[in-house]
T-cell receptor, first 113, second 120 residues
């Protein structure tokens, strides 16, 4: 248990569906991240929030929409996804300083059919 | 450009063997951080170690040890007397310098990972 909780753990959705991934941390961290992990590719940083403000969006398609209502919660809203979006989506949090290792959740295994 | 290379895609050992996972990095920054993470079958990435660029002292934590050599840009990870529970994918990562709240985005540059199988 790393202190970062993601739900659901598994999600299967059709290309026309709308769903949301949830991430929660109670570690007192003020930076949160969404990563995408696909087979045979390095982890891809999707979004970074610091103090609830988005500080980075790595050219992620608009069908992925993040939301950070407070420092403990992070959402990833999904709509009209493509099969190539199937991957493990990992949430992480860290203190807002250099060098501290981020704590990761167990991920949501997303399959788009 | 920053880059992390983990040349070993898969390693298979028998329990109690020692195993070393290689990590070679590239960066132009003088201040940087190196990390190792473990990803067991359950999926979460577990933070193992952070090392900053000014500290080349090797570190040992139980059966785990890390060898940081700036001269060869390597940060290798050794598991001594491996156990079945060590089976996982291990990732090496490099952090660019800067603070999030200073307008510099701190990113982790990840290697592709090494899948370690420890067989009984």
């Amino acid at each position: 248990e790393t202190g970062v909780t993601q739900t659901p753990r598994h999600l299967v959705m059709g290309m026309t569906n709308k769903k949301s991934l949830k991430c929660e941390q109670h570690l007192g961290h003020n930076a949160m991240y969404w990563y995408k992990q696909s087979a045979k590719k390095p982890l891809e940083l999707m979004f970074v929030y610091s103090l609830e403000e988005r500080v980075e969006n790595n050219s992620v398609p608009s069908r992925f929409s993040p939301e950070c209502p407070n420092s403990s919660h992070l959402f990833l809203h999904l709509h009209t996804l493509q099969p190539e979006d199937s991957a493990l989506y990992l949430c992480a949090s860290s203190q807002d300083s250099v060098g501290l290792g981020a704590f990761f959740g167990q991920g949501t295994r997303l399959t788009v059919v | 450009a920053q880059k992390v290379t983990q040349a070993q895609t898969e390693i298979s050992v028998v329990e109690k063997e020692d195993v070393t996972l290689d990590c070679v990095y590239e960066t132009r920054d003088t201040t940087y951080y190196l990390f190792w993470y473990k990803q067991p079958p359950s999926g979460e990435l577990v933070f193992l170690i952070r090392r900053n660029s000014f500290d080349e002292q090797n570190e040992i934590s139980g059966r785990y040890s890390w060898n940081f050599q700036k001269s060869t840009s390597s940060f290798n990870f050794t598991i001594t007397a491996s156990q079945v529970v060590d089976s996982a994918v291990y990732f090496c990562a490099l952090s660019e310098g800067g603070r999030l709240n200073a307008g510099n985005n701190r990113k982790l540059i990840w290697g592709l990972g090494t899948s370690l199988a420890v067989n009984p």
